[in-house]
């Protein structure tokens, strides 16, 4: 069966039946498991391969040492296997930091960039715009899973025209140092949250305007939770983890046989673990899974500049992916949904829910916020034309509904 085909076949069942609320379609993310697939049934099944566990993610495999620029790990090994690793997947810090640069030198306003120590030597690369602009509070912004702080570019101009606003890449995710997780669920989203606080303590902010968008949603509203006094607003953009898994039995049709056959088999692995194994093809399968980031991003770069740092991001070593996957049960469902927690969070902090029109994620977590604050302020604001990425799809409308938030606040 050809790619075409097997997507052909997969989106629309998945899209409707299945939670899509990864940044990846689930299809995507499955297609990008076939070659991880091919390849462990061909091949590695024959072969003793020393790899970090979490760089492809199978079973029952020894952990060694990375080398820094690398994201295979290096090894005093001899033998042609050991030395094809390191130059299967071609990427490595360097190519992040120059895929990031190349972003970035297109942002049309001043900033600064550095990385801020956290606890545990861990480090969280951070974007400050406007910081000299006194009074106002801070707007910070979360990214999503799969993503960094470069995909905010069609939004700091304007965010930060009258306010400092902040972006970071979460902790394992980006340019961010990428520790090991917990496996526990409950554990790895404290991970998450403290890491963010430790964050706006070094950084010496009081409170902040809390956005996030799909994962980074979920961890703004947790973060909102453990830390309400540092909260004045939070804005949560299409986030992913609101809503519980629906019974399977109570849908109207269910899913096929095929698809939790397919399910199933993946999930030991890591969501991307297929554009890791694809090694040299990763780049070229992003660029054919997602041809639309290159135009929601065709007003500031002609080329693949885009598709280049989300392969870029995500070919790294999977610290914050494999975070993720330990949050999360089959079909991208949140293992602790946010719906059952929200109702508890303190009643002064106002919510603005924003969502894509044309989005294939539920768009009802507004309103069910709404019925579990009936108390609190909670807006539910809904972009026309915008899809999941509604800061790229609509980037001035975006900006414009963000900006008359943040200026409830002052």
Sequence with gaps: MSLNHFQARLRPQVRARVSAELVLT???????????????????????????????????ISVISYDQDLQFPSTNRSGWLTGWLPTWCPTSTSHLKEAEEKILKCVPCIYKK??????????????KFSCNIPNKTPLVLLHGFGGGLGLWALNFEDLSTNR??????????????????????????????????????ALGLDKVILLGHNLGGFLAAA????????????????????????????????????????????????????????GPFGLS?????RPDFKRKYSSMFEDETVTEYIYHCNVQTPSGETAFKNMTIPYGWAKRPMLQRIGKMHADIPVSVI?????????????????????????????????????????????LKVNEICDTVD
Excluded: M
């Design 223 to 278: 973060y909102s939770l453990k830390y309400p006094s540092r909260v004045s607003h939070l804005i949560l953009v299409e986030p992913w983890g609101f809503p519980e898994r629906p019974d399977l039995a109570d849908q109207d049709r269910p899913i096929p046989v095929w698809i939790r056959a397919l399910g199933a088999a993946l999930t030991p692995f890591n969501p991307l673990a297929g554009l890791r194994i694809a």
């Design 26 to 60: 689930q299809e995507e993310i499955q297609v990008l498991a076939l070659p991880y697939l091919l390849l462990k049934n061909l091949w590695f099944s024959k072969c003793t391969l020393l790899v970090d566990v979490n760089s492809i993610c199978l079973p029952s």
């Design 355 to 399: 969502f894509g029109a044309r989005s294939c994620i539920d768009g009802n977590s507004g309103t069910s916020i709404q019925s579990l604050r009936p108390h609190s302020y909670v807006k539910t604001i809904a972009i026309l034309g915008a899809g999941h990425y509604v800061y790229a799809d609509q980037p001035e409308e975006f900006n």
């Design 114 to 127: 550095e990385p801020v120590c956290i606890s545990n030597g861990n480090k969280i690369w951070t974007l």
């Design 164 to 201: 400092p606003v902040y972006a970071f890449d979460l902790l394992g995710f980006g340019r961010s140092s990428r520790p090991r997780f917990d496996s526990d669920a409950e554990e790895v989203e404290n991970q998450f949250v403290d890491s963010i606080e430790e964050w706006r303590c």
């Design 285 to 289: 399968l992003v660029q054919r899974l």
